[in-house]
């Protein structure tokens, strides 16, 4: 899905976001929640990804280095 650059890009945005809107009182804004809500669950969601995803290629590459040995 997404980068580390652009995880941490959107992590950045999101903490920004969640102190100039703090700072700003509008945090009770319905579309600011909601667009910082659904920033961070793609960050949630990413790393979740990237985990399962890193322990199947793991696996797999175990899976082949036993395969070839005699």
Do not use: R
């Not at 600011?32 to 890193?54: A, C, D, G, H, Q």
Request: aromatic residues 12%.
């Amino acid at each position: 899905m997404l980068n580390d650059k652009q995880s941490l890009a959107l992590t950045g945005f999101m903490a920004a976001g969640i102190f100039v809107f703090g700072i700003l009182n509008i945090l009770d804004n319905f579309i600011i929640l909601t667009i910082l809500t659904i920033v961070f669950f793609t960050v949630v969601i990413n790393m979740i990804y990237s985990k399962f995803k890193e322990e199947d290629t793991t696996q797999e590459q175990n899976n082949s280095k036993q395969k070839k040995l005699p």
